[in-house]
């Protein structure tokens, strides 16, 4: 199993930004998959997700700003990520729970300027 994040970097305050999860062996879109933040200092945690049926939640503070999507013929994952502020500032995985097992990115790092 590989997911590959891509789609971080450097953007100011109200920027927008579009992350990449691409994955091989394991389907996006039989799973559990998720958009997981790092900033420094912190734990990792989840952000947004989506259900193998489709469905997605997020966390109160992107709601409105933040979209997951996937592309089930490309098992990729996306986060539409607009209005971007500071504290949006950190390491974004994409994760995958395959009947209770997770898996992880490498990871990939965006910086939100003021």
């Known amino acids: 199993v590989q997911l590959q994040a891509s789609g971080g970097g450097l953007v100011q305050t109200g920027g927008s930004l579009t992350l990449s999860c691409a994955a091989s062996?394991?389907?996006?879109?039989?799973?559990?998959v998720g958009w997981y933040r790092q900033a420094p200092g912190n734990q990792r945690s989840l952000v947004v997700y989506?259900?193998?049926?489709?469905?997605?939640n997020s966390i109160n503070s992107v709601k409105g700003r933040f979209t997951m999507s996937r592309d089930n013929a490309k098992n990729e994952a996306y986060l539409q990520m607009n209005s971007l502020e500071p504290r949006d500032t950190a390491v974004y995985y994409c994760?995958?729970?395959?009947?209770?097992?997770?898996?992880w990115g490498q990871g990939t790092l965006v910086t939100v300027s003021s």
């Open positions: 062996g394991i389907s996006i879109s039989n799973n559990f």
């Open positions: 994760g995958v729970n395959s009947a209770g097992r997770e898996y």
């Open positions: 989506m259900s193998s049926g489709g469905s997605t």
